[in-house]
């Protein structure tokens, strides 16, 4: 069974915090004991994941094969997709950011002498569905009844009821999105921005061809707005039962694939990126009881 927050939609406040340890058993113990990380608690949905790489070592079995960590930049054509790949993240979701912080605060205090916090951000929805371009975001989201299929490693694999997460960070060029157009950024994304309905002709370089997912593989997004209005951008959520595809889309975007750079990368720019191996319920259950540090209490 899957952590419930990955696919509990509605939320409207949100923080990821992603924790660099010097004892990682010691935190995926931490982190799997924490009281109902698979549900929610106090109203607030979390959901944990591990640096492949440190997840594997610990419980080779309860993860597939070939899953590494964010480790190298992205280099593409005139674009560099930052590798920032930390040891584990923690997605707070719920429905009032009060709660968010003081759940957030009592994780960290119980972690201390664990794992300390590398990367702190804080998100909410903008006008219900869209990001901070305007337009609206997930339109080729899967349905919730058809997105385990495309995010959870199959049933009979290792690492079942898990998902590769891809998390990234990127900052919006506000005035140069801003001087656009509406015509002109419709031509950068690929879609009306009225009603998200995909453009006939759409250019090459748009965001919808350089991110095809009948041609990359389906994800699914979970991407929220963060910032200020002086400094903002979108967090981009993305899981798949394998990481290839969420791969594929970035170098894609990068103009490494067979089409040219995605024409929003000229307007959007990742400052992180990290990728997570997600467990399952039970799979953080056995981690729990196997290492056997005293649970984070969140109360």
């Known amino acids: 069974m899957p952590q419930g927050g990955i696919f509990a939609l509605g939320t409207s406040s949100h923080a990821y915090l992603e924790f660099d340890s010097g004892d990682g058993r010691g ?17 607030v949905n979390l959901v944990a994941g591990f640096r492949p790489e440190l997840w594997s070592v610990s419980f080779p079995d309860e993860i597939p094969a070939g899953i590494g960590g964010f480790n190298e930049d992205l280099v593409g054509d005139d674009i560099v997709m930052p590798a920032t790949q930390h040891d584990a993240v923690l997605w707070l979701s719920g429905s009032a950011y009060d709660v968010i912080f003081d759940v957030a605060r009592a994780v960290i205090a ?20 869209r990001d901070l371009t305007g337009f609206i975001d997930g339109t080729e989201n899967p349905t919730l ?6 995010a959870l490693v199959p049933e009979g694999t ?23 157009s509406v015509g002109e950024q419709e031509r950068v994304i690929g879609r009306a921005k009225s009603d998200s309905e995909e453009l006939d ?17 389906k994800i699914f997004r979970r991407n929220m707005p963060y910032g200020t209005v002086t400094d903002h951008g979108t967090m981009f959520v993305g899981f798949s039962a ?29 400052l992180t990126g990290a990728y997570y191996f997600v467990p399952s319920n039970e799979a953080l259950r056995r981690a729990g009881e ?9 109360a």
């Open 27 to 43: 935190l995926i113990a931490a982190l799997s004991s924490l009281r109902e990380p698979r549900t929610t608690m106090g109203g």
């Open 110 to 129: 119980g972690l201390k002498g664990l794992g300390t916090v590398a990367e702190e951000t804080s998100s909410w929805p903008y006008q219900h569905d």
């Open 145 to 150: 009844i058809e997105a385990p299929e495309v």
């Open 158 to 180: 290792p690492g079942a009821g898990g998902t590769v997460l891809l998390l990234q960070k990127w900052v919006h060029d506000a005035a140069a999105w801003e001087s656009l």
């Open 201 to 217: 002709d759409k250019a090459d370089d748009s965001h919808v061809a350089a991110s095809d997912q009948d041609r990359l593989g």
């Open 242 to 270: 394998e990481q290839r595809t969420l791969h594929a889309m970035l170098e894609s975007m990068a103009g490494l694939g067979d089409g040219p750079r995605d024409a929003l990368t000229r307007f959007t720019r990742a």
């Open 290 to 298: 196997a290492m056997a540090l005293p649970a984070v209490t969140t």
